[in-house]
């Protein structure tokens, strides 16, 4: 099935503060000082703010509002994170087909950049937006306009459904914590209408640990302000943990160099653990399979809410 109506939606710009792309980007700082909670659409030429306070506490979503790969180097995000946005799309879209389900509310958990969202949205889905990291859901907005978007947590989302669907990619790698598994996944239950689609992709564990060689990759951005921006990471295998050592080294036109540094741990899942887990959450139908788009140290997995 080939991916429906998409668009190319260019790379958003996103200062730490400032006006990007008819979006209102504020810190963290800002958004504690004045009482608000997550961003949402208020109508007005299609502009999306923030208006309500973010609902960020487990310790996993905190990590995006330090993990400079998602705050300080927010905006090379999608210049390191490339993979096509069409294998995904393909997959849930056939999955939906399978439940005979077209044009619904989407809720894209853990959006990022919106790059996926965007392509939802262009499959007449209304997508819905949310994510831990500010930085990142202000460039998604951008991309977004219509949709709103919430700053919120997966495993405590402030935001009520139902939805006919709910994505999530990859972010359920970052919950390390037996608690913080089991709470996202209640919430996807709570915010699911019955016999809705529930669409992962995860790390599978076996995989992960056989790549996870120490040896360093590296990716080069350049930003429109003519920063170069180089990332480095080394993956360990510790403890069922992949423990990833992470470098940005920013460097100024003018020759003026910023470091930021990070070890990022994520937990792989096991087959047997994705089942269990779905299972308890009151998911039935799970099927899991292969990684779209030919990566093989992924899950697929699709569930439907009892």
């Known amino acids: 099935m080939p991916l429906c109506g998409t668009h190319g ?61 998602y705050d300080a180097c927010a905006d090379a ?3 390191f994170i490339a993979d096509p946005v069409a294998p995904w799309i393909d997959a849930v879209e056939a999955a939906l087909t399978a439940t ?14 919106g790059r ?16 831990a990291s500010d930085k990142l859901l202000a460039i998604a907005a951008g991309r977004c306009p219509a949709s709103p978007a919430h700053h919120d947590d997966v495993c405590d989302p402030a935001l009520t459904g139902p939805f006919d669907v709910i994505t999530c990619r990859g972010v359920l790698n970052d919950l390390v914590s037996d608690g913080e598994r089991d709470a996202a996944l209640r919430s996807f239950a ?71 540094e990070y070890l990022f741990t994520m937990r792989p899942w096991t087959v047997e653990e994705v089942h269990d887990r779905l299972t308890s959450a009151g998911f039935e139908d799970v099927v899991v399979g292969p990684g779209v788009g030919g990566r093989r140290d992924r899950l697929f997995i699709t569930a439907v809410l009892g």
């Open 9 to 69: 939606h260019p790379a958003v710009e996103c200062a730490v503060t400032g006006d990007v792309a008819g979006v209102d980007v504020r810190t963290r700082a800002d958004l504690s000082s004045r009482g608000a909670r997550p961003w949402c659409t208020d109508g007005l030429e299609g502009r999306t703010t923030c208006c309500h306070d973010a609902h960020v506490t487990s310790q996993s979503a905190s990590t995006a509002g330090e993990r400079p790969f």
């Open 77 to 79: 995000y999608d210049s």
């Open 100 to 113: 005979g389900m077209t044009g619904t509310t989407l809720l894209d958990a853990g959006c990022g950049t």
């Open 116 to 131: 996926h969202a965007a392509a939802f949205r262009d499959c007449g889905h209304r997508v819905t937006l949310l994510d």
């Open 190 to 260: 709570r915010l699911l209408r019955p016999g809705g689609l529930l669409a992962l992709d995860v790390r599978e564990a076996d995989r992960s640990r056989a790549g996870a060689d120490g040896r360093p990759r590296t990716k080069t951005a350049t930003r429109s302000s003519g920063t170069v921006v180089t990332f480095t990471s080394r993956g360990a295998w510790e403890n069922d943990r992949l423990v990833v050592t992470e470098r940005h080294e920013e460097v100024d036109p003018h020759g003026t160099t910023h470091v930021h």
